[in-house]
């Protein structure tokens, strides 16, 4: 189920969004400061709902304000219909986001929302508001950013990879230091240390 946040001041924008997608999948802010103060930072929650960003407006500082909170989030923004390309150059690179640009219609809010979200399942490992990057060294739980070392980053996408199954240290081993003669202790080192770092900001067991 594909939940959509819309933070617009404009009233058409929040009618066609939820034309499109349904009134009970829709939540509307008037404001980037109401979303954050009225959302939970848990955007991709534990019922498996993948969850995308719709930002009408295309000021720096407040795309900026939205990334610092969420880094990782499917991010669409609105732009208007008299939009200067300069203003569109000014975005930031690391924004990481894609445009939906008037004539707005409910065709291409539909496509462009499901890009999104398919860009960010190959990005991304999910479990819970447990949020890993398949190849940089790095997560996220509810947005709190998470370094990891590069082995922790291996171990723990095997380990999502391989979610409900009982793994042993020689498969992790095995899958994990292919091409490097190490026992079965550094795995557990390491798992050691990879379960202190992740339940630290989960506050549960996780691993």
């Known amino acids: 189920m594909t939940q959509v946040h819309l933070i617009s001041p404009r009233n058409h924008i929040r009618q066609l969004v939820i034309e499109t997608f349904g009134d009970a999948t829709v939540q509307w802010y008037p404001d980037l400061t109401s979303f954050l103060s009225g959302v939970q930072m848990a955007v991709f929650s534990e019922n498996g709902t993948s969850t995308c960003v719709l930002l009408d407006t295309i000021r720096p500082s407040v795309i900026t304000r939205f990334r610092e909170h969420l880094p990782h989030v499917p991010l669409l923004l609105a732009l208007p219909a008299d939009v200067p390309i300069r203003s569109i150059s000014a975005i930031p690179e690391t924004t990481r986001c894609d445009f939906w640009i008037p004539p707005y219609t409910t065709v291409e809010l539909r496509v462009r929302v499901a890009r999104l979200l398919q860009q960010a399942q190959r990005t991304y490992i999910t479990w819970k508001q447990l949020s890993v990057h398949r190849e940089l060294p790095e997560a ?60 630290a900001y989960c506050g549960i067991r996780c691993i």
């Open 140 to 199: 996220y739980w509810n947005n709190t950013f998470i370094a990891l070392t590069p082995k922790e980053h291996a171990i723990l996408c095997y380990l999502l990879s391989n979610r409900g199954r009982i793994l042993s240290s020689t498969q992790v081993l095995l899958n994990c230091w292919p091409d490097d003669f190490c026992g079965k202790d550094t795995v557990a080192v390491h798992i050691c240390r990879l379960r202190k770092k992740i339940d």
